[in-house]
């Protein structure tokens, strides 16, 4: 007996949308001020604002809960290429490697735990 996966359709194209409207909007409210470099960073956290007064209001639906989690999970696949670009180019660096993984785990993987650290609390 074969067992089909259901798939929420509504709440995946709903949490997309989200997503995308949010990164969208902030990033064309920032290029109105001349740094369109600072609307993903604005997407986030406007849309972490909202998140978090949406869960203080009322509950977050389960559904979007649900969608966001496997997205967060698929999603991971997507840095596979980069991964593999930057060890090419950290055979390239020779001396400057102790330099370069100093900044990238400061601008990485510190912001991206603390998010983790601030999602999990709030939301």
Known sequence: MSRIKHIDWP??????????????????IMTQFNHPELGNLVGLLS???VLFTWRKLSKIPARLVDTNNKIMKESAFAFLPISAGSLIML????????????VLFISTLIPLWLYAKMAKRWL
Request: net charge positive; proline share 3%; aromatic share 12%.
């Open 47 to 49: 849309l972490l604002a």
């Open 91 to 102: 055979t390239h660096m020779g001396k400057q490697i102790p330099i370069f993984l100093i």
């Open 11 to 28: 709440a995946w194209i709903g949490t997309l949308l989200l997503i995308i409207v949010f990164r969208e909007a902030s990033v064309w």
